[in-house]
């Protein structure tokens, strides 16, 4: 019987080492562009909500090393491999895991969770339950799929986490647009819309919001990303960011 340990993939050029699993939900170019999108911090705690094997948040840890980190994830084993993946980036000084569910209030508070981060993280699960067929992987199911009350539900408890004045990203499909703004209006304002683009000329289909607790500056909508040329390559930029986490947002 083959026992042995999976070996770690390799994101933003070799910087960055991650376990994950060999089938269910896996590290794809949302959970990239995600923190390529997040302001530097100084200092201060950065929230990976739904933090899976811990890619954003240990990203957001290696490239603010005044900074800490929680990884928020609710299923156990993957929490599991997060923990590994901390200490495989040398993190467990500034980054720990938080097995505990986002929507458990008693279990945030436990964790030092209320209203306490400077930035708050998030790739939510894109599926509202009931609207499309789940997956038969239980894990990649959890990833995928909203539990009642949907997105706004979700992100309100993100903002809970969140200090006054902190700051929200969130990617998503950009066929939710106006069901996020729905649920941040009058929470997040200074808001940055950022739509990303298969390829020239295609419809989004993701979009990046990021705004800050409690501001009341208006919505800027950015040109957006393109991520490939017509021959599937990564555009110059895409490159940038999938190999050096260039960030594509202006702090």
């Not at 290696?62 to 993957?78: D, T």
């Not at 986490?161 to 998503?172: E, K, N």
């Not at 986490?245 to 702090?251: L, N, P, S, Y």
């Amino acid at each position: 019987m083959n026992c042995a340990k999976p070996e770690a993939d390799a994101f933003f050029g070799g910087r960055l080492r991650l376990l994950q699993p060999a089938r269910g939900h896996r590290i794809g170019t949302d959970a990239i562009l995600l923190a390529a999108a997040a302001p530097d911090v100084p200092g201060g705690l950065i929230v990976d909500a739904g933090a899976g094997v811990g890619a954003v948040g240990l990203a957001l840890a290696q490239w603010n090393p005044g900074a800490r980190a929680v990884l928020l994830e609710k299923n156990p084993a993957v929490a599991a491999m997060a923990r590994e993946n901390v200490g495989l980036n040398g993190l467990t000084d500034r980054v720990r895991v938080a097995e505990a569910d986002l929507f458990d209030v008693a279990a945030r508070k436990a964790e030092g969770l209320v209203e306490a981060a400077e930035l708050v993280v998030t790739n939510p699960p894109f599926l509202a339950r009931g609207a499309a067929r789940s997956s038969p992987d239980s894990d990649r199911a959890m990833a995928h799929v909203l539990d009642d009350g949907g997105i706004e539900k979700w992100l309100r408890a993100c903002l809970a986490l969140l200090r006054p004045g902190g700051t929200l990203v969130v990617i998503h499909r950009a066929d939710a647009l106006a069901d996020l703004l729905a649920a941040l209006s009058g929470r997040l304002g200074g808001l940055i819309a950022a739509p990303i683009f298969p390829r020239a000329g295609e419809m989004a289909g993701r979009v990046v919001l990021r705004g800050r607790k409690g501001s009341k500056a208006p919505l800027s909508l950015l040109p957006g990303l393109v991520l490939h040329e017509a021959d599937g390559r990564f555009t110059s930029l895409a490159e940038e960011i999938h190999r050096h986490g260039r960030r594509f947002i202006a702090d």
